[in-house]
């Protein structure tokens, strides 16, 4: 019966090895040979269950059980990490992740964090109990073995990332030792596109059939479903068209993944936060982190950024209330929770507006086109009622294609209004997140160079519109008396 669950997997897959295989061995063969060279058909038959502790970067316990069918196959990961300094907007104590999973195969399967969370924004010591599960048909996967010693090398599966494209993402299993007759892989990594480096773990304990506790694999009680935050009873995997697996994995390792995205037009909230700019709109989606500045010239249609399944509401709205279509993506920087939703607008015809150095980033996108900035050479657009100037310089510690976006009359004053839509620098109003110190001094340095007027608002992509003045009262920074016509990239304003 182990037997079975350990080797399914195999006979699933394409399998295929690291050269082309000589003529004469078929799959399975390759599969038999592959079985010998892990110590024989009696040895894994022999195995009902395995635990492997890693220590490099992390501690981590994985633990599985195969004393079920092949279907039916339980996990539990018991891991332990620091946060690095990234994380401080999140977490000032950097509080470690100590979380614990376990994971059901079958048609009655689930995932549930028993201990803890992985989600960068909720109190680490509160478990978020049963997750959503995703399951994708594009993984196809391929398990690669050894010419030579027919040891399995790399387990391949793709996933269609909506930024880079058809992607692989290899599981790469080496320096094998034997334990208890059976030979396993102390050393696994993962590459993504075969240039990136996902995790480097060393297995520094291998435990053949330990004694795992009564309900060492059992997900959280139903009666205790209420004390958990995501309230959800265990649910198998469902298939999904809107959520693929390059994006689940993604923001849930990046502590990000908080399920499908809440927001709808029905929840939406659209204000026009400058009276003397009354084609500047703020969308604010109930349930998301992640607001939209819309500016509406007499040729053109401008939004910032592109939140993924919130792009596609976004155009939406845009046609159906303003009888227009979106012209121009501004994009804040490339990172995908700001952007991932760029190849809907793409397919919309949409022109990116991004850094020129940077426009290799987006060109994995099928039909992408760009308008382009410069240090000193902003992107400028204008009517007979408003203006906009995309603005990038090549020193943001954030990104290094990070920009910010300046609207105003089509031909100011001193006195007239200015409105700066910025992502991620500060966040007025997104209560407990509002700002990264580092982050915002700079940002204040780098406008303080522009000659952005001392008064303006800020429309952030996380928050709500705030005075700048009140970030000068929260940093103590003294900032020059400058008017909105001192501002320097692009030249004269009017």
């Not at 078929?26 to 890693?54: C, F, M, P, T, V």
């Not at 994995?249 to 029905?266: H, I, Q, R």
């Not at 982190?289 to 249609?301: E, L, M, P, R, S």
């Not at 204008?382 to 995309?390: L, T």
Request: with cysteine; proline share 6%; hydrophobic share 40%.
């Amino acid at each position: 019966m182990a037997l079975s669950a350990l080797v399914t997997f195999l006979l699933l897959a394409t399998i295929v090895s690291s050269t082309a295989p000589p003529a004469h061995f078929s799959s399975s063969e390759i599969l038999g040979k592959a079985i010998e060279a892990l110590g024989g058909a009696d040895a894994l038959r022999a195995i009902n269950g395995i635990s492997y502790h890693s220590y490099l970067y992390r501690s981590e316990t994985i633990s599985y059980d195969f004393s079920g069918n092949s279907s039916e196959v339980a996990q539990r990961i018991d891991k332990t990490y620091t946060l690095g300094n990234f994380w401080n907007f999140a977490r000032p104590n950097l509080d470690p992740v100590d979380v614990s999973i376990v994971v059901h195969g079958g048609t009655a399967g689930y995932g549930c964090y028993v201990k803890g969370n992985e989600h960068i924004f909720n109190d680490p010591s509160s478990a978020f109990g049963y997750t959503d599960a995703v399951t994708d048909k594009s993984l196809n996967i391929t398990v690669i073995f050894d010419p030579e010693s027919f040891l399995p090398y790399l387990v391949r599966s793709y996933e269609d990332h909506l930024i880079f494209g058809r992607s692989t993402n290899d599981y790469v299993l080496t320096n094998y030792t034997e334990i208890g007759g059976i030979k396993f892989p102390r050393l696994v990594q993962i590459m993504y596109n075969e240039n990136s480096l996902l995790l480097h773990s060393l297995r520094d304990t291998i435990t053949i059939n330990p004694t795992f506790n009564v309900g060492f694999f059992d997900g959280i009680p139903l009666s205790q479903i209420g004390s958990t935050f995501s309230l959800s009873p265990p649910s198998a995997p469902v298939l999904s068209t809107e959520y693929g697996a390059a994006e689940v994995f993604e923001n849930n390792g990046n502590l990000v993944w908080y399920g499908s995205y809440p927001g709808s037009l029905a929840n939406l909230t659209v204000t026009r936060p400058v009276p003397e700019l009354p084609n500047l709109y703020h969308l604010d989606f109930k349930g998301s982190i992640y607001t939209c500045t819309v500016g509406v010239f007499d040729d053109f249609v401008m939004v910032t950024d592109a939140v993924p399944h919130q792009s596609k509401l976004v155009i939406k709205w845009v046609q159906e209330q303003l009888h227009r279509n979106v012209t121009h993506l501004l994009v804040t920087h490339h990172h995908h929770d700001h952007n991932y939703g760029a190849v809907d607008f793409v397919a919309a015809g949409v022109t990116l507006v991004v850094p020129e150095d940077y426009t290799y980033y987006w060109q994995a996108i099928p039909g992408a086109k760009f308008e382009t900035v410069g240090e000193g050479k902003p992107f400028k657009h204008k009517d007979s009622e408003m203006q906009v100037r995309a603005i990038w310089h090549n020193k943001f510690v954030h990104a290094d294609d990070w920009m910010y976006f300046v609207w105003t009359t089509a031909c100011p004053r001193a006195d007239s209004p200015m409105v700066a839509t910025i992502a991620d620098a500060w966040s007025p109003g997104f209560i407990g997140y509002e700002f990264d110190h580092l982050l915002a001094s700079q940002y204040l340095d780098l406008v303080r160079e522009d000659h952005m007027p001392h008064d303006y608002l800020v429309v952030p992509i996380h928050g709500t519109p705030h005075n700048v003045t009140d970030l000068y009262e929260l940093l103590g920074y003294a900032y020059p008396k400058y008017v909105t016509t001192d501002f320097l990239p692009g030249g004269h304003l009017c």
